[in-house]
């Protein structure tokens, strides 16, 4: 099975700073990579497909990039609202899907 | 808008059959690109892939839980349903029924319910 680590598991950043997260997948897995956001409370919602495509709607400031392995999300300045849990998401033909473990963003 | 909306029991005991259905309103669970599943998350903890069913009935399932869950839909109903069978206290969730749409081969969960907390306590 392909595992997702997603790192770090959280993060502390002062509004208008960038900020990154990464998704590694133990092995090649092309482009079949998701971002999602989850507010507190909240079910997820899409942010990015496809390593680097943005969901219609989603801020400009949210990017993703990478294939094969190693995958980057960005935000390029985080704002108050950004203030979430971050999850990347594999995914191969049908079955299955599978989460990273979660980046926490908060604002310092 | 598509909304999917999880319903069923909040509270179920331990050995007994988690059963939740997901409505669908604001469009057709037939049409063709979308597949239909359950996504959980455990209280503090990450997310975690059940299974999906197409409307055809296809159903492909988490490996790890395969041996005790069935997915169904209704198209006469518009919904979909999930049934985990012989919970314990490791089944406590929050329970998302979720949109997969598949685009020439490209995969995204677009829409989600709002979900549903299931504790399994006696």
């Known amino acids: 099975d392909i595992q997702m680590t997603q790192s770090p598991s959280s993060l502390s950043a002062s509004v208008g700073d960038r900020v990154t997260i990464t998704c590694q997948a133990s092995q090649d897995i092309s482009n079949f990579l998701n971002w999602y956001q989850q507010k507190p409370g ?21 990017s993703g990039s990478g294939s094969g392995t190693d995958f980057t999300f960005t935000i390029s300045s985080l704002q108050p609202e950004d203030i979430a849990t971050y999850y990347c998401q594999h995914y191969d033909n049908l079955p299955p899907m599978t989460f990273g473990g979660g980046t926490k963003v908060e604002i310092k | 808008q598509l909304q999917l909306q999880e319903s069923g029991p909040g509270l179920v005991k331990p050995s007994e059959t988690l059963s939740l259905t997901c409505t669908v309103s604001g469009g057709s669970i037939s049409s063709s690109s979308y597949y239909w599943g359950w996504i959980r998350q455990p209280p503090g ?17 988490s490996p790890s839980l395969q041996s005790r869950v069935t997915i169904s839909v209704d198209t006469s109903k518009n919904h979909f349903s999930l049934k985990l069978s012989s919970v ?35």
């Open chain 2, 88 to 122: 314990t206290a490791a089944d406590t969730a929050v329970y998302y029924c979720a949109r997969r749409r598949v685009v020439r081969g490209v995969q995204r969960v677009d829409f989600w319910g709002q979900g549903t907390l299931v504790t399994v306590s006696s």
């Open chain 2, 45 to 61: 903890k990450g997310l975690e892939w059940i299974g999906s069913i197409y409307y055809s009935g296809s159903t492909y399932y």
């Open chain 1, 42 to 62: 909240k079910a997820p919602k899409l942010l990015i497909y496809d390593a680097s495509n943005l969901e219609t709607g989603v801020p400009s400031r949210f």
